[in-house]
């Protein structure tokens, strides 16, 4: 009934404007601007620069040629606004006469910061950066394509905003990549950040893989080539626009759309093929002969004529090839351009790339069409229809028996056999799980994803404009693990006789904003800006699971064949409501002041909670307009001081707060009956986390604004948060209710850098660099009844107060004594490191020579973190197949001490200062190994085509080029795993590398023609 009721909503709307377009009589009565935008140094046209109709939202973009038109501009004095990434924003105006074209060419001037560029994400009011309090990044992301190996979203955010982190569950084609910005601030919630698409909020976050480790990942729908800009929304500029849901931050995509007025029609084909190379040798597993295997009888290759306790090596993965040269096929074609009054953008594009392990797949189909209409300069509708249909094909790994490097690590060299009955046995793998039955093995999710949007702006005067934005994304996944039938003893127990487990899974969001602004001018130096809204977000899950064990062949291996079915199902259903307004107030078009308040509602709080009440107040000053800093504007070209304040949160989720019963049958009289158990008390009282977070800092430019600089320091805190408190087993229900507990504490600085180093007639050289550093840090776990004690949070990670979220902990090594083999260590868990780096930087050049050769190099850093390396624990203390356990030569003898202990019969491996005994399990600080790293993240050089040449072959073609790119080229780091930058794990507070595939090398060729 509530979607229903949205999208009646939207009916309405559209109808009511669609009353309001115009007449042909009306169109007679307006005019016609057109023109041409060109860098001022160079003279060369600039593409996709916005030009926008001053007082309205009635705006196109320039084409390839730098080429614009407006019509349907009202006749008399226009002012004209042109706006691109790394220029100085110009004005101008001309008079525009009914049924004539005014002609108006742009010359702009490079500039590596831009105040007057306008922040669509997060902004109300005036949407000039200079009057925003609170910064909101910005990442060209249709520049960046052009040069850099980009295949997914997470690929261009990677290393380019200061304070968003990622990293990369596994080296896995098609896995999730974790995003943090700032820090985490929630323990049972997604630190995820929230993700929008032209103003619609779409499903974001994981899916589980039906394996320990690696997990799908919604956001690898998205076809990067569809982006035209994204938008990252950190801190206090969520508050007002973004409310109860979005303490982790905001990602707004914004999309390539027409060039209404241009007439022109442009089209782009990307012809892309690459290669993936793992670069990992797997270690070998070693052991020691034994008397049976070394007769001349024995079966076994490795140790047949050696002597007893010799050690032999075998490696599993490298004798049949497991790692193999991954490839990718991407295409990508877009039309774009416009008429008298209308754009529109259509793409299509496909993806079809397999892993370096053989059982890896990822095919991706992506069309997007986007329609902007322009009625009149004062109403103006975008329309936008994403379709995609994903699937992908993981490979078992990672903590998982069932995995390739599971089975190559864990095998033993002991169980080589070169009998001619050898394949039926383990030959060096683990179990029976050998080459042929790991590549059987199926994880596979097949999504089918619709996303709609349509905002139309409508200005009915210069001071009152109203946006509405409807839209949806809705997906339909299904989601397979199968194992098949086999008489090899592959898999074990029934599993052997085949296993199917299916999954289908709906996903619905609807998104309705409506946002209103009434500006008003006080005199010559005053403005106000009021502004006003409605959100609402309807959120639906539903589930579907079946489960067949048993078939008679793999031939047909659906669940309905198999001789044991099980299933089940559930759903979940989420309504948020915001309600939202904001002032704004502008001083001479350089001094600003926004103070806001939203007030959300959510079905999922508790019954008896409070509507959530989010304030913000913010300030910026454009100081160097001042008078007074006129001395200083030789060094100072340009100097914005800004500071905000605001409140965010993260809602429960849905069902969080309510009683639950668990299904249970009973049987009293003989027959079975369907019962129910407790399952949860609930909480009528849970509320959101509440964050609130304060930031402050300065934009400047010097040298000409040839060097900009943006500085933040930021401070959040976030209390409520939401914990399971314990209650006595006694009351009999199955798991503890959550309830509002404790409190977190992240804060750091930001620091963002462009410089144009050199900008000549054949040269030009550009740099980018960024950092920030983060203290994360767990200030309460709940006071007085509310207290609770300190609980394991990720594999090696602990809620201590005063320290990181899942800081690593063991018991501390304190001495080792080399004459006794005595080690004592601590009496209780010790906090031993860092989960999250404390700093991270990047630094990116590009030198363009001659206008045609393009070279780019990215190098980025994360310090001052930890990495669990549980491959090497497993093997060296578990499983025992490292050299480094078995070789008493392979270590020193201090080092042998600290990971496995005293060594001497009857006597406990580690002892506690209290002379308790301990086991390596409880000491593990050798294999919490430092993971500071250095990588060359990416590589690239793109030739375009003298334009000379295009002339010759004829007008159709306007340009080519050629782009060579090297993804992940080179790493720096004392870890000694494969790659400190993986987890193996899906939880939020963990670190570990276990049985997981590193981040490979990626090589592109693209080609690139626009005609």
Known sequence: MFHRAIIGRLAVIAAVLLVALPSRALLAQ??????????????????????????????????????????????????????????????????????????????????????????????????????????????????????APITSVANLLQSRVPGVALSSQSGTKGTATQIRIRGASSINLSNQPLLFIDGVRINEGQIGSGQSGQQFDRMNDLNPEEIESIEVVKGPAAATLYGADASAGVIQIITKKGRAGS?????????????????????????????????????????????????????????????????????????????????????????????????????????????????????????????????????????????????????????????????????????????????????????????????????????????????????????????????????????????????????????????????????????????????????RNTLLTANGIGFVTNANNSVGSAATTTGGGGFTEQRQFGYLSQLQIGNQNKRFVQVGVRVDKNSSFGTTAPAFVLPKIGGSWAISEESFFEPLSGIFNTMRLRAAYGTTGRSPNPGDALTTLSAASFNISGSTSAGAIPGNPGNADLKPERGSEFEAGLDAGFFDNRVSAELTYFKKQTKDLIIARPIPPSLGFSSNPLANIGAVENSGLELALNISALNTQNVRWDIRAGANTLHNELTSLGDGADKVLPFNLGGAGRTIVGQQLGVFVSKKIESVDLATGKVIVSDTLAPMGNLFPTLEW???????????????????????????????????????????????????????????????????????????????????????????????????????????????????????????????????????????????????????????????????????LTF
């Not at 105006?93 to 306008?118: D, F, P, R």
């Not at 442009?266 to 670069?279: F, H, I, K, M, P």
């Not at 339909?476 to 008489?487: H, I, L, T, V």
């Not at 590589?939 to 004829?954: C, D, F």
Request: aromatic share 10%.
């Open 30 to 147: 307006t005019g016609t601007i057109s023109g041409r935008v060109t860098d001022a140094a160079t003279a060369q046209p600039i593409a996709d620069a916005r030009v926008v109709v001053a007082g309205t939202s009635f705006e196109t973009q320039t084409s390839k040629d730098g080429e614009y038109r407006l019509t349907n501009v009202k006749p008399g004095r226009t002012g004209i606004s042109v706006f691109r990434l790394g220029y100085k924003a110009s004005r101008d105006s001309v008079t525009v006469v009914a049924g004539q074209t005014a002609s108006l060419n742009v010359k702009m001037t490079q500039s590596v910061i831009n105040l007057s560029e306008v922040v669509v994400t997060g902004t109300v009011g005036n949407q000039q950066r200079k009057a925003q309090a609170a910064v909101v990044a910005s990442v060209s992301a249709a520049d960046i394509i052009k040069d």
């Open 263 to 539: 007439n022109s029609f442009q089209q782009t084909l990307r012809l892309e093929t690459g290669s993936s190379d793992a670069r990992y040798t797997p270690p070998d597993n070693y052991g020691a002969c034994t008397a049976a295997l070394i007769l001349p009888t024995s079966t076994n290759p490795l140790c047949r004529g050696k002597t007893v306790g010799d050690l032999v090596n075998d490696n599993p993965l490298a004798r049949v090839g497991g790692f193999q040269k991954g490839s990718a096929r991407v295409f990508n074609y877009s039309a774009r351009g416009g008429g008298q009054n209308y754009g529109f953008n259509l793409s299509y594009g496909s993806d079809n790339s397999e892993g370096t392990l053989p059982n890896n797949k990822y095919n991706r189909y992506n069309v997007r069409t986007n329609v902007n209409y322009v009625a009149n300069s004062k109403l103006n509708f975008d329309v936008g229809l994403g379709l995609v249909q994903s699937k992908i094909d993981l490979p078992d790994n990672d903590n998982n028996i069932f995995g390739w490097l599971g089975g190559g690590l864990l095998g033993s060299p002991l169980t080589r056999n070169d009998s001619p009955t050898g394949q039926l046995t383990q030959d060096g793998w683990y179990s029976n799980r050998h080459y042929n039955a790991i590549n059987a093995i199926e994880r596979s999710l097949l999504t089918k994803r619709v996303t709609t949007s349509i905002t139309a702006n409508y200005a009915p005067t210069t001071w009152f404009t109203n946006r509405v934005t409807g839209g949806m994304d809705y997906a339909s996944d299904n989601q397979r693990s199968f194992f098949p039938k086999n008489d090899s003893l592959w898999y074990g127990g029934l599993t052997d006789g085949g296993s199917n487990a299916s999954t289908a899974r709906g996903a619905e969001r609807y998104t309705f904003d409506y946002l209103g602004n009434m500006r008003k001018q006080l005199g010559a130096d005053w403005e106000t800006n009021l502004s006003f809204g409605l959100q609402v977000i309807s959120t």
């Open 842 to 1008: 990047n630094l990116t050049n590009t030198v363009t020579l001659f206008k045609n050769l393009r070279v780019s190099a990215l190098l980025d850093a994360k310090r001052d973190f930890l990495v669990q390396n549980f491959t090497a624990f497993f093997r060296e203390t578990q499983l025992v197949r490292s050299n480094l356990r078995l070789d008493p030569t392979a270590l020193s003898p201090e080092e042998r001490l600290r990971r496995f202990g005293n060594p001497t019969s009857g006597q406990p491996a580690f002892v506690t200062n209290k002379g308790n005994n301990a086991t390596v399990n409880d000491v593990i600080d050798s294999y919490l190994e430092k993971g500071d790293f250095i990588r060359l993240r990416e590589v690239s050089a793109t030739y375009t085509l003298p334009s000379t040449l295009m002339k010759r072959i004829g007008n159709r073609v306007q340009s080519a080029s050629l782009t060579f790119a090297v993804q992940n080229v080179k790493l720096w780091s004392d870890y000694s795993g494969a790659d400190p930058e993986i987890n193996s794990q899906t939880n939020a507070f963990s670190r570990q590398d276990f049985l997981t595939t590193p981040n490979p090398r990626n090589t592109v060729l693209r080609f690139n």
